[in-house]
């Protein structure tokens, strides 16, 4: 059966720091990756989606980036974080051949102080 | 835009009772779905109505969909406690390869013992 992780799970971090936050599918190959945020109370902004190693797609201009270094990993980091960057972070995959449904890693909790 | 949004933005109601949100979008789709969201948790995925489907159940959910009023619906019936979390419709449209979903804001939905 596939499982998606999502490591740090909580993040207290000061403005101006950098990020690293990593996603990572097992049981599944060739999967899309998708990284959101959700504000609190909100609904989920699509960040950053990739449908393959080295492929990413960004969805909203911002101070965060994403990199899928292997098939099953992806990662989303920041230089410098800032204020606005506090969030819900959830990663999710669904089977690249198959239907939309997507299936959501557990999230990061990030607070930027 | 294409987000979906939903209504009403929160419901209470007694176990038991049945609960209906409804999701309305801007945009031609190619599948509607309904995920759920224990607070603080990753999303799960319910129940998936494409664009030729009118209706589909699943257990006590049942979603109906009309493509002619943008709209779709979810009922939960005879609802129970653990139904208590928040509840987001996604929308699917335009190029089906990159898997991408629009989240609406999410209901959230209160069943009191």
């Known amino acids: 059966s596939q499982t998606i992780h999502q490591w740090p799970a909580t993040l207290v971090q000061p403005v101006g720091s950098p990020l690293s936050l990593e996603c990572t599918v097992e049981?599944?190959?060739?999967?899309?990756l998708y990284w959101y945020r959700q504000a609190a109370g909100r609904g989920l902004q699509l960040l950053f989606y990739s449908v393959g190693i080295g492929q990413i797609s960004s969805e909203v201009p911002q101070n965060l980036s994403a990199s899928r270094p292997q098939d099953r990993q992806f990662i989303l980091s920041s230089k410098k974080l800032l204020l606005s960057d506090s969030g819900f972070y959830l990663c999710?995959?669904?089977?690249?051949?198959?239907?939309?449904?997507?299936?959501f890693g557990p999230g990061t909790r990030l607070t930027v102080l | 835009s294409q987000q979906g949004e939903e209504d009403p933005q929160a419901l209470s109601i007694q176990e038991g009772e049945n609960a209906t949100m409804n999701c309305s979008y801007k945009?031609?789709?190619?599948?509607l779905q309904w995920y759920r969201q224990n607070s603080g948790r990753g999303l799960v995925h319910l129940i998936l109505?494409?664009?030729?489907?009118r209706e589909k159940h699943s257990g006590r959910l049942r979603v109906t969909l009309d493509t002619s009023k943008k709209s779709s619906s979810l009922l939960i019936t005879a609802s129970r406690a653990a139904d208590t979390a928040s509840y987001f419709c996604?929308?699917?449209?335009?190029?089906?390869?990159?898997?991408?979903?629009?989240f609406g804001q999410g209901t959230t939905l209160q069943v009191k013992p």
């Open positions: 999710a995959w669904k089977k690249w051949e198959q239907s939309d449904t997507q299936y």
């Open positions: 945009t031609s789709i190619n599948n």
């Open positions: 996604a929308i699917s449209a335009g190029s089906s390869n990159t898997g991408k979903l629009i």
């Open positions: 109505i494409r664009s030729n489907e």
């Open positions: 049981g599944t190959s060739n999967p899309n």
